[in-house]
């Protein structure tokens, strides 16, 4: 039996909900938040497969580590500026993950970089268009 896969629209809302996730946050309670919008169960080790899933988790775990104790609580504030202020801390931890995926992104294009050059591939060669595809054939002729 097939294995259920993540589509990239459940990872994005998997990586919103990490990002504007408030309270302590294990996998467990990760994996109660986002199973009714799934509608299908996952394990932690199948969530920790997907990178972006990963790099989101560890930076909503190192968000909620070094926030600083607010001595202002959001409940203090006008709901009007209580909204304003989630908003904000969920725009700043998407902000960051955006920052570590393109740094993961980047070191992902120096490893290739260094592996075209050290088989003699130029520019040229890594820009060539892609060949077209054949959509009308239905049949491989071997």
Same mark, same amino acid.
């Given at each position: !039996? ?10 994005? !809302?998997?990586? /919103? ?16 938040? #986002? ?20 790099? /989101? ?15 202002? #609580? ?35 294009? /120096? ?21 077209? #595809? ?9």
């Amino acid at each position: !039996m097939a294995r259920a896969r993540l589509t990239d629209k459940e990872v994005e !809302m998997i990586v /919103a909900t990490l990002a504007s996730w408030k309270g302590t946050l294990t996998w467990e309670k990760l994996l109660d938040q #986002v199973q009714p919008f799934l509608r299908r169960s996952f394990t932690r080790q199948g969530l920790d497969k997907n990178d972006s899933i990963k790099l /989101a988790f560890g930076l909503a775990k190192d968000r909620i580590r070094t926030r600083p104790k607010k001595k202002c #609580v959001e409940s203090d504030l006008p709901p009007e500026l209580a909204h304003s202020q989630q908003r904000i801390d969920t725009l700043t931890a998407e902000v960051t993950r955006l920052e570590a995926e393109r740094e993961r992104l980047l070191e992902t294009f /120096a490893t290739w970089l260094y592996n075209a050059r050290s088989r003699g591939l130029g520019e040229a060669d890594l820009n060539k268009a892609l060949p077209p #595809v054949n959509r009308g054939a239905s049949e491989v002729k071997r």
